[in-house]
């Protein structure tokens, strides 16, 4: 604080420009203690009641400070202005006290339109895009003419092309300058996120001014829209104009080369980012290392990772995925461990990387162990980490408490909703996973492929014809969705459980194009049981064509001939399976005992200590035996 008195020696100690300056510097420093220190001071001289002085000891508490101080120095204004409520707006939305927020609003005497922007960006950050929206609406239809920074948040939250349209339309009716770079770029972003590319390069091509960010925009789009090789080209165009490219530009690149698995493009581009010194840059390590991943080059990722002089989360990250996703969990937990030791603050990426790892290959223990850590560093609110628990406990067979979290959880995200609806569908919970897709279409949540596929699954398993049916036809007139692969089967395999065979097959006839060998799967079983051999025979033989290597069709027709006495057709089918290579595909199931992980495949225990376990099961036979449970199973 001496420091500063030094700074401003200057001024005269009872004058407003003497302890505006103090603030600046507090601000500068960014220190709660210095902001304590100077509202003592204030105090003291009598000037904390001081409008212009209070409003920017309130902003700097607001930044710094604790939200009870802050609230206090608001009380302390004598006169307040529309700059303190706004200041006040935009704490408390920082602070998440969204009642505050909306009492302080609704009791202003004047709104301007940065207290029109201050609830609406609050609303966005929190992820109650609703609220967001019928503020704006009520912004505009009070007077308030939006400024370009209220377009700019609006855009961020568009879900929709007819919505980026309307919003557009707006910006054009109410006069916005968008030659202007700033919004500008935030059209190109926000068609790009949209999948509108088009619409975007037609903003990108009427714009007077470009910088990198509009390039970055562009590429951005292109990339997310899945259209890969066209952001390459992008790419090229823009190293032809006098913006360079930035970190972010690369990182987006190579994600696009990783997108294609284009591993000899990507090594250009990180040699590029490597001569231009872009590589001590986290995002673009972070983003290489994935790449060499997806890439199937696991050792260029460790090596890569191995050489950096430095720690940081993204990286950690990164490697950590990599590890998860290559099955080495060992490696992708003991990262993580060091990543707490050496107060490395994980990202929720991090945590859902483990977390999805774990639920499949190591210990419940463990699992239990990182959702410790997840409540330990605050993360229990967060959707992405939220979500990954949901699904690491409905993996677990665990419901009731993917249910709880999905329940205790402020703002649930489509994801979330996914999750929660293919756990409970997978976990037998089929009435609880129709009633959780009527709730997500009452909040207004809009279902994608995904929620569609675990509804029909749910009908799947519990033989809801009628409510499958109709959810199936209208897919596409009601929700926009055109039935995939995963919808396909689930609906086929939900009619020849239900013994309908030919709506099945007229089914598959109109799918719009090849039916996978999972479909063929479905339709043959359920020939097995049918009299026709006819009918076995036709889909055996477009399954043999559609899956050469499979041995379900030559198992089932083979069985079929038996069934029926004709065995010279049986041994025609045996010898054909066995002089085209195909062999029998045998299931295995696993058990984790005290450690120990235990197969049992065709009939056989495959590790260490199998001849025990069968001896254990035998004198558990003859217990059973002495005590007449056989007979009663046996009835």
């Not at 895009?129 to 920074?149: H, K």
């Not at 079929?560 to 002089?579: C, D, F, L, P, Q």
């Not at 590790?607 to 099961?617: E, S, V, W």
């Amino acid at each position: 604080m001496q420091s500063l008195l030094k700074q401003v020696s200057g001024l005269h100690k009872t004058s407003l420009s003497y302890y505006s300056h103090l603030l600046d510097h507090c601000l500068s420093l960014k220190s709660s203690i210095h902001v304590n220190v100077l509202h003592a001071r204030l105090v003291k001289v009598g000037l904390n009641t001081h409008t212009f002085l209070g409003n920017r000891l309130l902003d700097a508490y607001f930044r710094f400070g604790t939200l009870f101080d802050a609230l206090r120095v608001s009380n302390e204004i004598n006169c307040k202005n529309i700059v303190s409520d706004n200041i006040c707006l935009k704490g408390l939305c920082r602070f998440g006290e969204f009642e505050r927020a909306r009492k302080v609003f609704d009791e202003m005497p004047e709104r301007d339109v940065v207290s029109w922007n201050s609830m609406i960006s609050g609303y966005v950050s929190c992820g109650l895009v609703g609220n967001a929206m019928w503020m704006f609406s009520e912004m505009q239809s009070s007077g308030v003419r939006p400024s370009e920074f209220t377009f700019s948040i609006v855009m961020s939250v568009v879900s929709s092309g007819c919505h980026g349209k309307e919003i557009h339309g707006g910006m054009i009716r109410k006069g916005v300058n968008l030659s202007n770079v700033v919004v500008g770029n935030s059209l190109i972003h926000m068609y790009g996120k949209i999948g509108s590319v088009d619409y975007a390069f037609g903003v990108f091509m009427c714009m007077e001014e470009l910088d990198v960010i509009s390039w970055n925009s562009l590429i951005w789009g292109c990339h997310r829209a899945g259209y890969e090789e066209l952001a390459i080209d992008q790419f090229v165009l823009m190293r032809g104009t006098e913006h360079s490219p930035d970190e972010f530009t690369i990182s987006t690149v190579i994600n696009v080369c990783c997108n294609l698995l284009d591993l000899a493009r990507g090594k250009q581009i990180i040699a590029f980012s490597l001569k231009v010194g872009f590589f001590s840059n986290s995002i673009v390590s972070s983003a290489a290392i994935d790449m060499f991943s997806k890439c199937n080059r696991l050792e260029d990722a460790v090596l890569l990772f191995q050489e950096l002089s430095w720690s940081d989360s993204a990286v950690c990250n990164s490697m950590i995925s990599s590890y998860a996703r290559h099955g080495c969990v060992d490696n992708a937990v003991l990262l993580f461990v060091l990543t707490l030791r050496k107060n490395l603050r994980p990202t929720e990426f991090t945590l859902s990387s483990v977390l999805s790892c774990t639920s499949t290959f190591l210990p419940v223990e463990q699992g239990f162990q990182i959702h410790s850590w997840v409540i330990k560093l605050g993360f229990e609110s967060d959707a992405i980490v939220a979500s990954s628990l949901v699904d690491f406990y409905t993996k677990l067979g665990l419901i009731n408490h993917a249910m709880k979290i999905f329940s205790s959880m402020a703002v649930k995200d489509l994801i979330s909703w996914n999750t929660m609806i293919m756990g409970l569908a997978q976990n037998g919970k089929l009435f609880e996973t129709l009633d959780t897709f009527k709730e997500l279409v009452s909040e207004g949540m809009p279902a994608d492929d995904v929620t569609l596929a675990g509804v029909l699954l749910a009908c799947n398993f519990g033989s809801f014809v009628d409510e499958g049916m109709s959810l199936f036809i209208s897919m596409e007139k009601e929700y926009g969705i055109k039935p995939a692969e995963e919808h396909y089967m689930c609906i086929v395999d939900l009619l020849t459980r239900a013994g309908k065979l030919e709506a099945a097959m007229d089914i598959v006839e109109a799918m719009p194009y090849e039916p996978s060998s999972m479909i063929w799967e479905s339709i043959l079983r359920a020939c097995a049981l049918q009299k026709d051999i006819k009918i076995t025979e036709r889909v055996a033989q477009l399954m043999m064509k559609s899956e050469p290597q499979s041995s379900l069709p030559y198992l089932v027709l083979a069985r079929a001939y038996e069934m029926r006495g004709r065995w010279e057709s049986m041994i025609r089918v045996t010898n054909e399976m066995k002089e085209k290579g195909v062999k029998n595909v045998v299931g295995c199931s696993w058990i984790e005992i005290q450690k120990h992980v235990y197969t049992f495949k065709a009939d056989q225990l495959q590790p260490h200590g199998g001849q025990d376990i069968y001896m254990i099961l035998r004198l558990l036979f003859w217990d059973m035996e002495a005590d007449s449970y056989i007979d009663i199973l046996r009835k």
